[in-house]
C-alpha cells in the first residue's frame, strides 16, 4: 500500500504542489472522494477549497457516451463532433441538460449548503482527486473549471492508471500524479484505508477550510520577474527575495525553461519558508534549449550562469547576501565549473540534485563551496558518476543518497527529502561562523 488513507495522499501530493503556493490557487475536490485528499493540499498551499460538482451529460440512447459535461451556473460544454456524430437534437440536449440540472443542483446544496462557490475567474485552479482509472469525471470537471474562468488548470492525484493520467494531459495545464503503476486495477487497492467518504464528512472539510481561509492573512511572498544580463544575453528569471534572506540560491538547469521546472520550484518554495531567496532562472535562449549541443556546453552554461550572478550582486536588493548554487542535471556541472572559474564571485554552498557533477572535468577540483550531492538510490549509473566526482573534490562534501528514488525523484517523498536536504546544507553554511543557522520564519 502507498497511502495510509486520503489524508495521508493528501499530505503527500501537497509536497509535491508546494511550487504553487502564492499564486492565486484555489483547490477544487471532486466529491466524495477527493475532498478529503484536496482539503490537506489547500491547507498546505494556504489556498481556499472548494467541491466542484460535475454532470456528465448522455447520448440518451447510450447513456455511458457522454456528448458533454455541466457544471454550476450556467456552465454546459457540449462535444459538437459527438453531437453531429451522434444527429442529437436541441430537444434532446436539452431534455439531458435539465434531467442533469436537477441533480447537480441538489448534490451541490447537499454539499456546500448556502455558501457560494469560490470564484474561480482569473486563478489557478487545483483540481484534486483521490486517483484516476480512466479520468473521464476528472476530464469533465478540469473541463468546466476552465469554462468558470480559471486562467489556469492544474490536475493532481495520488495515483492513477498510465493511460488515464496520460489521456488527461490534454485537459489541464499541469498534471500531477504521485504514483503510475504499471500493474492498476482499482484506486483502493493503493490505500490501506479506502472506506467511503460520507457527505457529512465532506461538509465538515469544508466548513473548516473555509473558516480557516477566513482567518489566515498570512501571504507568501511573490515572485519578481526579471531578466538578467547574462553577458549581453537577456534571461528572464523569477526572483524573491525574502524579508531579512539569509542568503540566495541561484537555480542551475540545462535546459532554457529551468524556471518553470516544477521541481525547481518545488524545492524553491521550501528554500523560501526556510527564510532564503531564490532565483530562477533560464541559462539557455528559447532557440538554444532546442539544440541539445548547448544542452551539454558546459562551458557556455558556466559563463551564463556567472553573468547572472554578477548581475544579481549589482542589484541592491541582493548586494550584501550570500550567494548559493542548486543545480540539477548538466546544471549541476556548470555551477562547479562557475564556482571554480570565478574567484571574484565567492559562492557559499553548492547543492547538486540528480546532477552531472562529471561533465565539470578537471574545473572539480578547484571548487572550494562546500559541495552537497544529492542522488536517489536507484540511479545507478548516475550515482556511480557522482562517486567518481565526489572523490576529486578538494572542498568539503557530502553525498546524500535517497533510497528508492529514481533520477527525478517522482517516488512519494522523494523530492521533500531533496528539498530538506537542501534547506539544511544551505542555512548551515550561509550562518556566519560560529553562529547557527537562523530558524525559518513562522
Known amino acids: 500500500m502507498l497511502f495510509v488513507d486520503r489524508a495521508d495522499a493528501g499530505r503527500h501530493l501537497a509536497q509535491r504542489l508546494r511550487h504553487l503556493r502564492g499564486a492565486d490557487v484555489v483547490v477544487l475536490g471532486l466529491p466524495r472522494g477527493g475532498v478529503p485528499v484536496a482539503f490537506e493540499v489547500a491547507v498546505e498551499l494556504h489556498a481556499p477549497l472548494d467541491v466542484i460538482v460535475v454532470r456528465k451529460l448522455g447520448v440518451p440512447f ?107 494531459r490534454r485537459d489541464a495545464d499541469e498534471v500531477v500524479c504521485l504514483h503510475t503503476p504499471a500493474r492498476f486495477f482499482a484506486i483502493g487497492e493503493w490505500y490501506s484505508d479506502f472506506s467511503q467518504v460520507t457527505d457529512e464528512e465532506v461538509t465538515i472539510l469544508l466548513e473548516k477550510a473555509a473558516v480557516s481561509s477566513a482567518s489566515s492573512g498570512r501571504a507568501d511572498p511573490d515572485p519578481a520577474e526579471i531578466a538578467a544580463d547574462a553577458g549581453g544575453v537577456r534571461l528572464p528569471g523569477s526572483l524573491i527575495i525574502p524579508d531579512q534572506a539569509a542568503g540566495l540560491v541561484i537555480f542551475a538547469h540545462g535546459s532554457g525553461s529551468s524556471r518553470h521546472s516544477p521541481r525547481n520550484q518545488f524545492v524553491a518554495a521550501a528554500l523560501n519558508r526556510a527564510g532564503l531567496g531564490t532565483l530562477l532562472a533560464d541559462l539557455l535562449t528559447a532557440d538554444e534549449e532546442l539544440a541539445r549541443a548547448y544542452v551539454f556546453n558546459i562551458a557556455l552554461l558556466a559563463a551564463r550562469l556567472a553573468g547572472i550572478t554578477r548581475w544579481l550582486r549589482g542589484q541592491p536588493a541582493a548586494a550584501a547576501i550570500p550567494v548559493g548554487y542548486f543545480g540539477a542535471s548538466t546544471g549541476a556541472a556548470a555551477a562547479l565549473w562557475a564556482a571554480a572559474a570565478n574567484p571574484r564571485l565567492p559562492v557559499t554552498a553548492i547543492v547538486s540534485r540528480g546532477g552531472r557533477p562529471d ?31 565526489q572523490a576529486r573534490l578538494n572542498c568539503e562534501n557530502r553525498l546524500a543518497v535517497i533510497p528508492g528514488a529514481t533520477h527525478l525523484f517522482e517516488e512519494p517523498g522523494a523530492l521533500e527529502q531533496v528539498a530538506d536536504l537542501a534547506a539544511d546544507w544551505f542555512t548551515g553554511h550561509f550562518a556566519p561562523p560560529g553562529t547557527t543557522a537562523p530558524a525559518p520564519p513562522a
Open 359 to 389: 561533465l565539470a572535468g578537471r574545473q572539480l577540483a578547484l571548487v572550494q563551496a562546500p559541495t552537497l550531492l544529492i542522488v536517489g538510490g536507484a540511479d545507478e549509473v548516475v550515482l556511480d558518476l557522482n562517486r567518481q566526482a
Open 62 to 168: 447510450q447513456p455511458e457516451y457522454g456528448f458533454g459535461a455541466i457544471g454550476e451556473g450556467t456552465t454546459r460544454i457540449i462535444d459538437d463532433h459527438v453531437r453531429r456524430q451522434t444527429g442529437l437534437t436541441e430537444q434532446e440536449i436539452a431534455a439531458v441538460e435539465a434531467r442533469e440540472r436537477a441533480r447537480l443542483d441538489r448534490r451541490v446544496r447537499q454539499l456546500r449548503g448556502d455558501r457560494p462557490p469560490v470564484p474561480l475567474a482569473g486563478r489557478t485552479v487545483i483540481v484534486v482527486d483521490d486517483g484516476i482509472a480512466t479520468g473521464s469525471t476528472a476530464r469533465a470537471a478540469c473541463t468546466v473549471a476552465r469554462a468558470r474562468g480559471a486562467s489556469r488548470v492544474v490536475l493532481a492525484v495520488p495515483v492513477g492508471s498510465v493511460a488515464g493520467v496520460a489521456s488527461l
